[in-house]
């Protein structure tokens, strides 16, 4: 493992900390159970403002350099957090034109968090302020091994409406259309005479009778976001002027921002999730996505939960006994550095009481004291194999894109949840055994071999370039359902159904419509199966090849599946969702065949619930073998392996993994 | 067929065409197309005021002076719209106060469409000024055969609460109490002190902590619909000093409006409607209801689509390949003289980029162009016939009225949903081969043999005159469920429980009260069935006869079903609403019952899902026989018969309809 | 029974009546229907603001003197009721920042009832003068034997969140905390920075982009129905010092308030409620808990439908045949000297046209009118023995707390409902035939022997002195589920898992977890159910004793009952709610137990839906045995027994009880 810049060469346990909670003389109490949890690194600041800034201007990060002393004092490093999420009241107070407003027009209040705008002057200029005292009292303390800026982008709000954000959306229009004629004739704003006169006409996404023109919607999307991450900007150049350690924020792909540019100006990944033990998957398809922001560096893990996550008005069930343990190695062997709770002490106030906590609100061990100690265990078992080997990226992925997302938002058709539509491509591929991960639009793709870009609306001209490069160097790109539907403006391409796509493809598209329920089912490399939402159907050009025809439905005969060979690879159109478990069935089968064609490595065979993650150190390649699913499983051997724990010799032949077991196997 | 004033005699084949949305140079290829698919007129402009008067004051008509013309040279007629549904932004940039607003209190924005109150003065004086341009420049155009007034009057909104509302709203009040006592006497407003001093103090239906009085809620649907029908009245004024082309609106019952005074100056009833060809049946509901707005006179079919409807966030499965022609056959043997897609090319922007078209976006045949060219095959194969016919009219009516809708959204009791309500009975009828329609309460009821007057909680004393004398001429009225509750100012009558209707048919309303689920069962004609809904049970008085008895329930033994004489007819009422599969059957058997009593002819007998459609011309009646479900089905002949169409004879017995066959047979 | 104050020695059967609302000549009518129905009192004025002062300060209470005069002449008393939940139009009008205002912001507007900020300076101005204008006018009346203040205080409404009540919320906190210190650090308000620098600063729950701190969530529901008992303090006051009648408020434990300040000043108590038939058991636990509020007191039904409610949107079905006649009888045998239904004529008018009363709006009996007739029939017969003997409590509670409920709307976790709650504990002890009753936790609770408390986040100190005391004299107290999880400012304690209950009952919480779910099972008794809800795990400390043991789940072997012997009674522990049926039946089994050591007297064995109610005179004690439920059942008689009403002896064994029959036996 290459480690991040500024840290160790070691697998960090961390937590978060808000000794700004409690009484100072709490610290010593905790230093001695992070010293028996193993907890090495903590979190701290990101809700803190007030703390820092209790009356505007009267800052000292006095409290902080005391507990971060004490914390490197005792082994124990600081990732420091910008507080901006959590504008003190003087922010607000006497300013109501400084609060988010939703697109309903309601203005948001003081009293929980991100309920100010983002894009506000006087509230930039009071970040820039903190984020410069933050970074000049403690930019190069040597316990500050990284920042984090902010914490959770628009977790809990999307686009701000307030008249600020009008103002600055009609700038950031001028600036991206030239003249009003531009944006008319790009949007059709000649459609319902929506057509502008000027840009400062130009309405936010606020409420109207009916929808708003699918460009406007879509445009509004790309400005917020846009204006998030020049907000971040700011955090990020003035942290760099004062210290050397390495940036991060604390995302997740629920949340309404572009991790493209969010990500751009920082040093590592990192983000949050608090998937139950039941829905193992989706943190290991946290793992795949986070890896590829920063393709070769360590990402972090920044928050997860001990047990359970929770608010005043609902929680989960906590997580299985051992199940802490796997999440944490899977985080690891997946190329993690990191790996880090919330929260260290349950809240005694606010409205997270209820959340999981290593600590509980009467300083007492809580019932994930007991599996924070087995993560630890395991960590001091696997580092030295970990650190000294390299996670094997997989030869498959599924491209993962933001604006992708956000036309979707804009389209969703049949209820369509981007999210929903890419964890259940992951799925089928995963739990077929492909080894396949979540990939970022913007990530490297070198050293992929097949790529599938399903649901992508618009296909961006960087990304059709990068991925045309992909394919004649070998590459094979299979696209759809539903990509290449729209153009940047989030209109219709008047040339053809899918633009530039169709071109490269060689195909047409013939007819495209709705063909759920429609009775076409789609027939396949020997599946077959029903097609569901929108359908481009295709006749062949050139020298493209039809790999699935459709029957039945009301324009049988046309192709939904083509073939066409491009420079070294080839590009594979799939234009209408399979259906269903025969559906499930088909994608299997296509991305298998093509994966064979491709030549992709495939992992060692395991039960469902059971997953092997390829690490390669000096001596070759193994396999960190895990049963997440706490059902047990097993792995096949097809030779005789070593235990790199035990130094034991494993007989070829069927593996058992017993619940939650892990093996590190060569 | 008499045609309409200024049209031919001939079936139109239409569709929406919107030339402002793209290139002039595609008119060429659209022309092509037209003449392809036997598109004969268009319809034009409702949304194009941008286009017509870009800047407040520019207006121009010459370009759709040029696509008439070139339209009207190659033998395409046109149907010119008033474009006032789509404000354009300099009406609304910084005139906040012209605004739609919502009963919650929110502005609409500019973005969508009818965001503006259509009672604001300036939007008022902008829409004649437009409109008077529009008539001046195309009134005599040869080109123009029709107008149509705005589009879809109320689709996407109902009442607005504006400001400019509020002072209409009191003037109105004015208008209708005279003073402020007598409409608190007529209101009850008493109760809960709601009592008013003047006029200017009523509120609009503004949020309140429980629900507004009943008076109110209806008085301002009421005055909501008259000044709606009073904005179209303008425009008709306007259009009929320039222009003898008859004018039409574009309605739907769904919309919340009052037909009967949106229609009352206008020439001929058009609507859209886009049920997929599952609910084949809304599709005749609605030719019969549109066929009784003008008795006598054709009707248009002025929207519905190609394949499938759609948005942004929602579209339909496609229409099954054969269902569009028997769709549009069904229309013009059923009155229609027009027949018109929405919409000529898929939207490239705007919010419904995935409806059905003729065209794509990018100009190719969609799915719905082969189901359009089959269209136009029917129509020249039975053009000939149904031009030389007359629709032969049932004898069977239930009574529609948007005043008994308007007071059923005030008062839902079990969440009863008028609409749907209506379109069960006539289901109820229809399915039993009850030749019968829903009908607008305010047609000419001479003709009908039978009329259903169900769920009207008040009746107009003008609707109870007409009554009054259709009976008299010897028709028979059957009245309820849930008729008469209410009076005019939507309290309970205190002088009995249904008022006058009580005296006409000699009952007196023993209990009145909700019977659902009390056990309460109707026994009557042999039938039995449970009893729901809000319930008027009865005590005869006089000459009149129980029909159905009530056993079980909080009060057995009282009448639900009553009979009377009255001049050459009779009054059935009917107090109680019978429930499920038997509710149905008893239904059916009550309305057989009279419909027998009364001689009512009946139609040739088919399997359900196929349908025929009686048509009378010199020689004297025939049949459209058309299988409607797509399932196939057959109509049963008692003699012999020919085949209009190919001159064959049939013999008597069972003639197959294959699926979406049809067969014109005398 | 002793009778309230001013009152006689009798049972009172009501209605709520509106002359006000019907032209004065009705009343004669009326009064003939009062003597034919026995109905002997009527609660009016409620809502006759408009009608008492029709333009402000023009008050005159002629009218009602002339409807008390001739009432009374007639035999007929009055309670008399302020009229403020109906604010005339002249006191908004013109005065927006009058009107309540909710937590999304929207202000509501004149046309309903409650829109009105009862902390609006202006409106209780306004109330004084008209409650000391009535109290002037009529508070000697001999009619007048009681009064009501307002009606249903916060029936539609929550917390106002408009300015004034922004300005008397920072007065409260103010006078709470003392300093704004002192409040954030009561309510952890460094937490996401929310820290205060002046009590000003303090936002109403209004919008924010996620959920407000818990504390202040809690905070605003105190404040707001502090002021609104102060509200209906003046009132009181004012009445006082006019009148010697009793005054009561007509409450329900389904609004919003606090009965404990809300009853404090007043006389006796009384509520409202709506049960259908079917949900016989809500009227019975009403009967219990509303007699707690003043124990010892006659209590009123003030208000329920002789057959069903309804208003525009919704209706009940109407009650079988003989509900009414029983559901009357358990209320006079369960401690009601008044029995008043909503009411004598429907509404003509207004939004609850539908509702059920004695006679219809064309004033003839309704399906309400026999049960009427029916239920004063049974009051002549029992009235005798009622008013000569007393209801004798339970010996069993399950302490009900407005307080607790406010809680648990800041903090439901699963959706949890306190009111749900509530009544499924009681239901699952009432079933199983245990004399028991939900008891308001400000009540007296010497007579009870077994105490039951659960879901109270925070149990108060006050409350857990007495609780102590009634511990220490002999009594059980059961604690728990969720009780003790919160301090009084809704945050975790700090010291250990539920504060000073721990002490006291010998445990410590180990683990504090949501436990739904985990798989955990509680065995206690005998019996064995899944546990469910957030759970406290126990290890016992000093003398106690586990009752109960937790197995499987994620933490096995703590203990979730447990026992401590206090004083001459014991604490038992209930750290985790047993779910499903099994949890029903390990909840009866405990508290059955814990009531056989405590040597609660259990009543007559009957049928389920078959009710025994004590009650003692002079000659000891007698039963009154009813079916509830309309299906019949019977009473197990150990020996045999007297009828009272017929005089005849009943032979010992099985009693049958038709459906809905009532028998007085010793």
């Not at 010293?35 to 690194?41: E, F, H, L, R, Y």
């Not at 159109?573 to 499930?584: R, V």
Request: hydrophobic share 40%.
């Amino acid at each position: 493992m290459q480690p991040l810049p500024n840290m160790q060469k070691k697998l960090y346990y961390g937590s978060a900390y808000y000794p700004e909670l409690w009484p100072e003389a709490d610290i010593a109490a905790d230093l001695a159970h992070f010293k028996a949890t193993g907890i090495d690194v903590v979190r701290m600041g990101e809700f803190a403002w007030s703390t820092m800034e209790p009356d505007e201007g009267c800052i000292s990060l006095d409290f902080f350099r005391r507990v971060i002393d004490r914390l490197h004092a005792n082994g124990i490093d600081t990732i420091f957090c910008t507080p901006t999420p959590t504008p003190p009241i003087w922010l607000t107070d006497g300013h109501p034109e400084r609060l988010f407003q939703d697109e309903q027009g309601r203005r948001m209040h003081h009293g929980a968090r991100q309920h100010v705008c983002t894009n506000n002057p006087a509230f930039r200029e009071c970040s820039r302020i903190i984020v410069e005292a933050q970074a000049r009292a403690l930019g190069r303390h040597p316990g500050v091994i990284a920042w984090q800026t902010d914490n959770e982008f628009a977790c809990h709000v999307g686009a701000c409406c307030c008249s600020t954000c009008a103002s600055l959306w009609h700038v950031w229009l001028e600036q991206r259309y030239g003249t009003v004629d531009a944006l008319n004739t790009a949007w059709g704003a000649e459609i319902w005479s929506e057509r502008y006169q000027r840009f400062d006409q130009v309405p936010q996404p606020l409420i109207t009778p009916f929808v708003h023109n699918a460009s406007l919607q879509t445009a509004y999307r790309f400005f917020t976001r846009a204006l998030l991450a020049e907000f971040q900007r700011e955090q990020v150049d003035i942290i760099r002027r004062h210290s050397d350690a390495p940036v991060t924020h604390n995302s997740n792909i629920g949340f309404r921002l572009d991790n493209a540019q969010i990500f751009k100006p920082l040093d590592f990944a990192s983000f949050d999730d608090y998937p139950d033990c039941d829905n193992w998957r989706h943190m290991l398809d946290n793992y795949g996505i986070w890896r590829t922001v920063k393709p070769g560096r360590p990402f972090w893990v920044m928050e997860t939960s001990t047990s359970h996550n929770g608010y005043l008005a609902a929680f989960q069930k906590p997580h299985r006994t051992g199940y802490l343990t796997v999440e944490a190695l899977a985080a690891y062997a997946s190329g993690a550095q990191g790996f880090s709770h919330w929260l260290w002490r349950q809240q005694r106030a606010g409205c997270e009481q209820t959340h999981g906590a290593v600590l509980s609100a009467w300083g007492q061990p809580t019932i994930g004291y007991e599996p924070v100690l087995a993560v630890n265990r395991m960590r001091r078992e696997v580092e030295g194999l970990l650190v000294d080997s390299e996670f094997r990226p997989p030869e498959i992925a599924i491209t993962y894109s933001d604006a992708a997302r956000a036309f979707m938002f804009t389209e969703p058709h049949e209820n369509l949840d981007y999210l929903q539509l890419m964890r259940r491509w992951y799925a089928t591929l995963f739990d077929a055994g492909l080894p396949c991960e979540l990939a970022f639009a913007f990530t490297d793709f070198s050293g992929y071999k097949v790529l599938c870009t399903p649901y992508m609306y618009h296909v961006p001209a960087e990304f059709m370039a990068r991925m045309l490069a992909f394919v004649q160097a070998g590459g094979t790109w299979i696209v759809g359902p539903l990509t290449g539907l729209r153009t940047a403006e989030h209109t219709v391409p008047t040339d053809c159904g899918l633009g530039e796509i169709e071109v490269l493809a060689g195909v047409e598209t013939v007819f495209s419509f709705p063909i759920t329920n429609t009775g076409a089912t789609g027939e396949a490399l020997g599946c077959s199966a029903p097609l569901e939402y929108w359908a481009s159907l295709f006749a062949c050009r050139g020298s493209s090849r039809v790999v699935g025809t459709v029957k039945g439905g009301v324009v049988p005969g046309l192709a939904f599946i083509t073939e066409q060979d491009v420079g070294r690879g080839r590009i594979v159109m799939l234009g209408a969702q399979p259906a269903g478990e025969e559906g499930q069935a088909m994608i299997r089968t296509l991305v298998s065949h093509y994966a064979k064609l491709a030549g992709v490595r495939l992992p060692l065979k395991t039960t469902l619930g059971t997953v092997v993650i390829p690490r390669t150190d000096a001596k070759g390649e193994f396999w960190v073998a895990i049963n997440m699913d706490g059902a047990g499983g097993s792995v096949d051997l097809a030779a005789p392996a070593i235990d790199l724990l035990s130094g034991e010799t494993i007989p070829a032949g069927s593996l058992a993994m017993p619940p939650y077991a892990y093996r590190l196997i060569r």
